[in-house]
Every structure is written in structure tokens, then in C-alpha cells.
């Protein structure tokens, strides 16, 4: 059972590119959820979505664009990175019913 | 904004010590959760508490929220060294749709 899977698990970038990190469940999920992690702040809410075809903006969302053309894929965009973005990409998903968040295993990036 | 406050950040104990970490706010939330965090993995799940004034218990782990539904707390009693990890705390917004976390606490049980 897949649960929540992200790609790609690692990827270094330079400052002014481009880049796309993938979230997939198969857990007919509806709400999913972009966080970032880094030392000391905990995980910090980027984008999140309640459905397909919508999103909406969490704590920290400059820098990122997110999409969810299809209700298992929530696809998180950096459109020209930066090194403050350099951190650890967590996907997450629940069902409307509980509040139990499923995580997938998290996306390193780094940004020169 | 919603704020979640943990405490300690760090804690490194021996092995069979009891431990406590709070996680307070300002704010109301409509449930708190307790997560925990190993390396390289994504947060898994302890325990929802959603009723002001509830107590939880799983094996050695005591959660409580709050009566005023602003803070919880989890005890651990007799820590093993298989507790070492981030316990991250965790509450849903009163729309519902939102989960901030708080900045976690790093537990080290020493053997």
C-alpha cells in the first residue's frame, strides 16, 4: 500500500531555475497539503487543497504555485528558486472525516 | 495567525525517566494532535484529542488538551531509548481545513 509518495526524494538546484515536486495518493483522499521543514521552525504550511481543482494559499506561500488538476496528484511548482527555499518538502493527505494527516517521506532540495 | 508554542525544544534524558512537553496557543483550536517524527521519515500520527479537559493514554504516552482547548500536554513515563525522535504537536483551524504545527520537541533517551 503506497499511501502518500513523492518525487523526486532529492534534488539540488541553482538560484533562477525551475523546478516541480510531485504528491501522489492513493487513499481517494480529498484534502492535500504542501508543507516545508526546517531546523527549529517545525513544519510550515505552503499551499493546501480541499478538492480538485482548488487550492489555497497556507502560511508560507510566496515563492510557490501549486495545481491539483486530478484528485490524487497535488503538484508544487518553484517558478525561479531561490536559496531561502532550500529545505524539506513534506506532502501530506486526510480525509474530510478525521483530522489525521498522511505524510509522504519528504523531498530534500537544495538551492545554490 | 494561529501560533503553537512547544517546550522544551531539546530534551536528552536517561532511559526510565519520566518527561513532560507542553504545546500551548492563544487561540482555540478545534482538535490537537501529537505526531512523531523519526529521520528521514514524515510525521506519523499518536493521537487526536479534541474535547476540552480530555485525557488520552497509549501504552507509556498520557496526552491531555486543555479545558480551555488552547494547550495539551504529553507525558512519557519510563522513557526507552526507542522513544527518540520529534514530537511534533499539532491543531486544526476552526474552519477545519488548515493544520499548523508547532516547531516540535527533540527527545533523546539515552541507554
Known amino acids: 500500500n503506497a499511501g502518500v509518495t513523492q518525487t523526486p526524494k532529492f534534488r539540488v538546484l541553482k538560484t533562477g531555475q525551475s523546478m516541480t515536486l510531485l504528491c501522489a495518493q492513493d487513499m481517494n483522499h480529498e484534502y492535500m497539503y504542501w508543507y516545508r521543514q526546517d531546523p527549529g521552525m517545525g513544519l510550515r504550511l505552503i499551499h493546501y487543497s480541499v478538492g480538485e481543482g482548488t487550492t489555497a494559499k497556507g502560511e508560507v506561500p510566496d515563492g510557490y504555485n501549486v495545481s491539483r488538476l486530478k484528485k490524487q496528484n497535488f503538484l508544487l511548482g518553484l517558478e525561479s528558486a531561490a536559496p531561502s527555499q532550500t529545505s524539506v518538502y513534506f506532502c501530506?493527505?486526510?480525509?474530510?472525516?478525521?483530522?489525521?494527516?498522511?505524510f509522504g517521506e519528504g523531498s530534500r532540495l537544495t538551492v545554490l | 495567525t494561529q501560533l503553537l508554542e512547544q517546550s522544551p525544544q531539546f530534551l536528552s534524558i536517561q532511559e526510565g525517566e519520566n518527561l513532560t512537553v507542553y504545546c500551548n496557543s492563544s487561540?482555540?483550536?478545534?482538535?490537537l494532535q501529537w505526531y512523531r517524527q523519526e529521520p528521514g521519515e514524515g510525521p506519523v500520527l499518536l493521537v487526536t484529542?479534541?474535547?476540552?479537559?480530555e485525557v488520552k493514554k497509549l501504552k507509556r504516552l498520557t496526552f491531555q488538551f486543555g479545558d480551555a482547548r488552547k494547550d495539551s500536554s504529553l507525558h512519557i513515563t519510563a522513557a526507552q531509548p526507542g522513544d527518540t525522535g520529534l514530537y511534533l504537536c499539532?491543531?486544526?483551524?476552526?474552519?477545519?481545513?488548515?493544520?499548523?504545527f508547532g516547531a516540535g520537541t527533540r527527545l533523546f533517551v539515552k541507554a
Open positions: 501530506a493527505s486526510r480525509p474530510v472525516n478525521t483530522g489525521e494527516l498522511f
Open positions: 487561540s482555540v483550536f478545534s482538535s
Open positions: 499539532a491543531g486544526a483551524s476552526t474552519g477545519g481545513f488548515k493544520t499548523i
Open positions: 484529542v479534541v474535547t476540552g479537559g
